[in-house]
């Protein structure tokens, strides 16, 4: 681990170094709070545990923990473990250090047994720590992906539409939605079975992903039925941005087990404007061109 260390006692903190380098750890040193922090907000993102007096001239151990806790809030910088050094017994220290934020305590003269004990006791906490990180991003990642096509699911073009839509409005941008829904698909499903229809959705997902300009926001929201969301893109504009996402699919068919699919959609395009207040509004608006879409022969884009 990399330790940074703050005691204003040259020996104390030479005999701290040196305990600390023989356990393999590497050290940064400070002579006092406020060079402490200097130390921690240049090298955060090395720094693995810090090891603090609570006592030291300019500024208390106190205070640079405190500081040091609102840093990692506002910086929004991962938690990292604090053990405050004192040569006070006093309970009252043993609070205050453990209430500005400090995880726990070393009574000096520091014992080399109790400092390797609680290092290791604080590398635990951290790993486990970084562990739920990972585990809920994966969760984060799960929730939010469709698993078969890999495109962001309902619920995160939903939320992603919500944050667009407050962007648009008070920037006063434009903002278009699309609705697309494979044609015939059941056909597809029942000439060549459901593995072929799987395919070919993952198929039509990468094409379009494909066909992407950057910033639009791909999402598979049902069964066989697709939504694109083009931040900044006029009604025109998106027009034009559709009719190349049916090209992509239209233009080459689609082959599963040496057979071949002419795949085509049909979509219903909306841009915001003062007849939508909420995504629901302009989904539902999409949706009903959809549908106009198939009515009027499928393989079209209907925008209103
Ligand atoms: N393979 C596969 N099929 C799916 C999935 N989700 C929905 N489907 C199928 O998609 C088909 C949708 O059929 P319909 O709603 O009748 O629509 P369609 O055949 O595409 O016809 P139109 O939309 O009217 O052009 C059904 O057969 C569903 O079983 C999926 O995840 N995988």
């Not at 015939?184 to 094409?207: C, E, I, T």
Request: hydrophobic share 40%.
């Amino acid at each position: 681990m990399k330790v940074l260390i703050a005691e204003d006692t040259l020996t104390d903190r030479l005999i701290l170094k040196l305990y600390l380098e023989k356990m393999n750890h590497s050290v940064i040193e400070a002579d006092d709070g406020s060079k402490m922090i200097q130390a921690y907000e240049e090298n955060h993102q090395d720094i693995d545990l810090i090891i603090l007096d609570l006592n030291m001239p300019n500024m208390s151990g106190v205070d640079a923990v405190k500081h040091i806790r609102e840093f990692q809030a506002t910086s929004d910088l991962s938690w990292i473990p604090i053990i405050f050094l004192s040569g006070s017994t006093v309970d009252e220290d043993i609070e205050s250090g453990i209430l500005a934020g400090a995880d726990d305590y070393l009574s000096k003269p520091v014992k080399p047994k109790v400092l390797a004990a609680k290092v290791l006791a604080m590398a635990r906490i951290s790993e486990m720590r970084a562990e739920l990180l990972r585990a809920n991003k994966r969760l984060e990642a799960l929730a939010t992906t469709d698993f078969l096509t890999g495109l962001a699911n309902r619920r995160c073009f939903e939320s992603a539409l919500d944050e667009q839509i407050e962007k648009a409005k008070h920037y006063g941008i434009p903002l278009s939605i699309a609705i697309l829904d494979i044609d015939h698909f059941k056909r597809v499903n029942d000439s060549y079975g459901h593995d072929a229809g799987d395919l070919v959705l993952s198929s039509v997902a990468s094409r379009l992903q494909g066909g992407a300009r950057k910033g639009d926001i791909l999402a598979r929201i049902g069964g066989e039925e697709f939504a694109i969301c083009l931040p900044s893109t006029t009604l025109e504009q998106a027009v034009q941005a559709c009719e190349r996402y049916r090209m992509v699919l239209s233009n080459q068919p689609l082959s599963y087990n040496g057979d071949q699919f002419n795949i085509t959609f049909s979509a219903g395009l909306v841009s915001l404007d003062d007849r939508y207040v909420t995504k629901h509004e302009l989904m539902k608006a999409a949706d009903d061109l959809l549908y106009q879409a198939k009515q009027g022969g499928r393989d079209r884009i209907v925008h209103g």
